[in-house]
């Protein structure tokens, strides 16, 4: 009787766990079925299978929503990103972790405070300068304020992952006469993988699924990114739900590819730095 009254919560919440994980993968799966589905069949019944495989929506979603255009921008947009705002949150991290200078302290206070800035409420202020400054609807334009916005987070995670990583280490390298640079590149750097993935990996899925400055800061249609596409797919009066489904699922399936490899390099790198061993 002792046994049955423990093994009913469980067996209750493993079953709740379920129900959850369930909710949470089935609008996806229901999204990759839907695609496969013709505009009649998914009008018939929302919820039912395909009778047959139907990939000429992924053909169309290619062919008249220019999705490869779009695709291979938000490629170059997210690389230039995540290359960028890695290396430069890295090497500004490692001055204010091992470097004590006048004003370091208000320097690393201003780039934290940019982590508490509702980003999108900068939307006006970045469009009105970037129209002065002719920065509008150029390859560029997109990589600026990615960039900008996420180095706050990155210079957070390596300088505290820096400061774990013991100065006898980089000492012992500089009597044998390394030089400031091979200490970062060849100790340092490798010390820093664990949240260097974490940083790869959060910078990707931000930039990749970006919305609001991508509509606004470009207005040329060879260079709108992923999401912005997506939008091609809503007509006047109807949607073809079907051909949107598959153009969902080629923005999508980077992102959940992406995130199932690496997705414990995410918690390792966000836990890194934080004990002290």
Known sequence: M???????PRIL?????FIMSLSCIFPILWMIYSSLKTQQEFNTNIISLPTRLNFQNYIDAFRIGKMDTYFVNSVIVTVLTVVLT????????????RFNFPGRGVIYFMFLAGMLIPVHGLLIPVFVE???????????????PYVAFNLSMGIFLFENFIKTVPLEVEEAAAIDGSSTTRR??????????PVISTAIILYFLGAWNEFPFALVLIKSPELRTLPVGLTNFNGQFTVNYPQMMAAMVIVVLPVILTYLAFYKKIMQGMTAGAVKG
């Not at 970037?130 to 600026?144: A, E, H, M, P």
């Open 86 to 97: 890695v290396v430069i949150s890295f090497l500004a991290a490692y001055i204010l972790a």
């Open 13 to 17: 919440i493993n079953l709740f766990l």
């Open 184 to 193: 970062v590149l060849t100790i340092v750097l490798p010390m820093c993988l």
């Open 2 to 8: 002792t046994k049955l009254k423990t093994l009913i």
């Open 130 to 144: 970037f129209k002065s400054l002719g920065l509008l609807d150029q390859r560029i334009t997109l990589v600026l």
